[in-house]
């Protein structure tokens, strides 16, 4: 009987240790990535690096399209000489999320030449890591990662373990349908952040 009680006892406390970790790692994740999300670091860089997100057939979805017109402007002030869009196919998509950034870009000004794709991503991890792959092709050193403001904690995380010189520049434009949307992309970027930490260990 006294082995039983004292099992779960033991049982008890690991699951009382598990759950204070959890919230201890959701806080941290919670206020690094709100914090971060406040900080802009743009500053001239050999290529702006685009995260893809969802299209709707052949044109970018409301986030996505504030994402490009940030680079676009990127672009134009002279701020970086090139534009790497990322993304590939969605489950729906006819065209590559990377494909529709360019065209939306070439239809805004932007030399064709001057930019990049990469069509095979499907997440932040892969975005980068081929962004990099292509970038290092065209000796392209420096960068600016374009994203919302939430996801930059994330992806400049990602950018950091592929040891590339990367910084933030978050567009601010995001029009969120509601106080519940943009709540629930936080607290998702919260989740994706937690989980991309206890990978790493």
Known sequence: ??????AVRLLAR?????LALTVLLGWYAAMTVFLFSLRDETRPAD???????????????????????HAIQLYHDGTVPKLIFTGGVG???????AQVGRNYAIARGVDPADILIETSSTNTEENLRNAQM??????????LIVSTPNHMRRALAVADDLNMQAYSSPTRSIRWINSV????????????????LLNLG
């Open 14 to 18: 690991a699951v009382t240790i598990i």
């Open 91 to 97: 489950n729906r998509d006819e065209l590559a999320e």
């Open 1 to 6: 009987m006294k082995v039983v009680q004292t």
């Open 47 to 69: 290529a702006a690096i685009v995260l893809g997100a969802a299209v709707v057939r052949d044109r970018p979805s409301p986030v996505f399209r504030e994402r490009i017109n």
């Open 134 to 143: 292509v970038a290092r092709q065209h000796g392209l050193e420096t960068f």
């Open 181 to 196: 949307t943009r709540t629930y992309s936080y607290l998702r970027e919260v989740v994706a952040f937690s989980v991309y």
